[in-house]
């Protein structure tokens, strides 16, 4: 196996794209510039490779069995529990909750937390930013319950209108749900000033950290929120996983959201009692294999340095705004001071989805479309958005052909 990177001073970008095998391939007969990096990231091949060794050499089932394969199995999913703990800063590695990915995470507060603690007239504040994944499973619940969703506007340049949330936070504010960085517009929202305020009107917080922790260092204790949410998919690690990170008092007065094995203390047909957390929330055979494949991944980045990662991201993302401000009749469909990794614009006259369709064509990876944030777009009056979104292992050449991309597919509508 490949050895993680190390972590050196001036970290070496260039070599470290060499690692993403992905990315030297062509498409369409062009070298391919892959900028749908808020959509899905990337596997190094670090990461490739631990989850080829696991499934040649350690798979079996976990807390299971008493051999010695599963026990190794076992040992190695339970290590990439604790191993999330420590970089997110996580007070217990039992707060660490397995899930699908964030729409899973956010569907089982909603269904377990929101279930039990809403009533008729309470109120969960969401913002008018959010994906999908952080509005429905609320929508669900609500009408269950009867609590009534309340919504954090959005000012022109993309940002939360932070005196307009102080003024819906009230005594019935039972949960505040919100997007870290937005999928849509790029915007750094301010989640510890947020938190604070939900503590101070006695609700329950819930952080969207789906685009924020492929890209920052992420302090729990330090935002101070109550559930942290996000999917290793975004993170350089396989598809299908994610984590919750719920606070173990929470987590611990919460019933369980799905049933069947592991979640169990003892099953019979008049009454079942129900496991510790972590493991009540895990009902059935786990993704072990994401589980190490993550854990494999928040190695790698750790060993880059998030700091490194950001500030690379955020020199790479000035560049495009300066690139792209140059393009006429190319309007940024957000503009807040704060943002990161994500810059979605559009033109009066070229449909995004056609100029996604030219990009691909001489090899650029872009999403188009309202990027399962309907409610932002109604906001900003636009169908959908071009969105080119940056990851580390991208460099000015990717945002230089972009540019060359969208200046040619602007000539056949002019
Ligand atoms: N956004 C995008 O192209 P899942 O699908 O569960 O891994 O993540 C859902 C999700 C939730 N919150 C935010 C802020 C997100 O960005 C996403 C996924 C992708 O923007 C796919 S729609």
């Excluded at 603690?117 to 509005?135: K, Y």
């Excluded at 609700?203 to 920052?216: E, M, R, Y």
């Excluded at 080119?388 to 292992?393: L, R, T, V």
Aim: charged share 20%; net charge negative.
């Amino acid at each position: 196996m490949q050895e993680t990177a190390t972590k050196i001073s001036a970290v070496d970008f260039d070599e470290i794209r060499k690692e993403f095998p992905v990315l030297h391939q062509e498409m369409n007969g062009h070298p391919l510039v892959y900028l749908d990096n808020a959509a899905s990231s990337q596997m190094p091949v670090q990461v490739a490779d631990r989850l080829d060794y696991y499934h040649r050499f350690e798979h079996s089932n976990v807390h299971r069995g008493i051999h010695t394969l599963s026990q190794r199995a076992t040992d190695s999913y339970e290590a990439a529990r604790k191993k999330i703990q420590v970089f997110i800063n996580a007070a217990d590695e039992n707060e660490i909750i397995f899930t699908s990915g964030t729409t899973d995470s956010i569907n089982l507060v909603a269904n377990s937390y929101g279930m039990t603690n809403f009533s008729e007239g309470d109120e969960v504040i969401l913002t008018e930013m959010e994906h999908h994944a952080n509005i429905v499973p609320w929508q669900m619940v609500a009408q269950k319950t009867g609590a009534i969703i309340k919504v954090i506007p959005v000012t022109d340049s993309g940002e939360l209108d932070i005196e307009a949330y102080k003024k819906l936070l009230s005594p019935r504010t039972k949960m505040v749900s919100v997007i870290h960085i937005s999928n849509a517009l790029g915007t750094i929202n301010p989640v510890k000033e947020i938190v604070a305020l939900a503590h101070e009107a006695g609700a329950v917080t819930l952080i969207d950290g789906a685009q924020s922790i492929p890209h920052q260092n992420i302090d729990i204790q330090d935002i101070g929120t109550d559930f942290y949410v996000f999917s290793s998919h975004k993170m350089c690690g396989p598809t299908g996983f994610g984590i919750l990170y719920g606070r173990k008092d929470l987590l611990e007065a919460m019933p369980p959201y799905r049933g069947g094995g592991d979640m169990i203390d003892k099953v019979s047909f008049e009454e079942t009692t129900y496991n510790v957390v972590p493991f009540r929330f895990e009902a059935g055979t786990p993704p072990i294999a994401a589980s190490i494949g993550l854990s494999e991944a928040v190695d790698y980045l750790s060993a880059i340095g998030m700091d490194a990662i950001e500030t690379q991201e955020t020199k790479l993302v000035e560049y495009a705004v300066q690139e792209l401000s140059a393009i006429n009749g190319l309007r940024f469909i957000g503009e807040a001071k704060k943002r990161a990794s994500v810059v979605s614009f559009v033109f009066d006259h070229i449909h995004a989805s056609d100029l996604g369709t030219i990009l691909d064509k001489q090899g650029i990876a872009v999403r188009t479309g309202h990027h399962c944030a309907q409610p932002i777009m109604r906001r900003f009056n636009v169908p959908a958005t071009t969105r080119a979104s940056i990851a580390f292992y991208n460099n000015k050449e990717d945002v230089d052909r972009l540019i060359e991309g969208i200046n040619y597919a602007k000539s056949f509508f002019e």
